[in-house]
């Protein structure tokens, strides 16, 4: 959905909990978003097992997400 050109263009994403960690914001639609004019921060990381992860909020200046297995992954996530 937040998807335009391959960059991500929403406002705030969420970085889900699991063993690859999921961009919980991340969703199928077929209409695609055409607002390009903001910057996407951080606004949650349930990762508790990420060594970047302080009190569940991201603590690093950038953030990578992308394709890992079937579904958008943080590829940031480093385990403690």
Do not use: W
Not at 9 to 31: E, Q, W
Not at 46 to 62: L, Q
């Amino acid at each position: 959905m937040y998807n335009l050109n391959y960059n991500c263009h929403a406002r705030v994403i969420t970085i889900g909990d699991s063993v690859h960690p999921s961009c919980d914001t991340s969703f199928n639609n077929k209409n695609n978003t055409q607002a390009t004019m903001h910057a996407t921060e951080i606004g949650a990381c349930k990762a508790t097992a990420c060594k970047f992860n302080d009190n569940f909020e991201y603590i690093t200046e950038n953030i990578r997400v992308g394709r890992s297995m079937d579904e958008i992954s943080c590829l940031t996530f480093i385990a403690r």
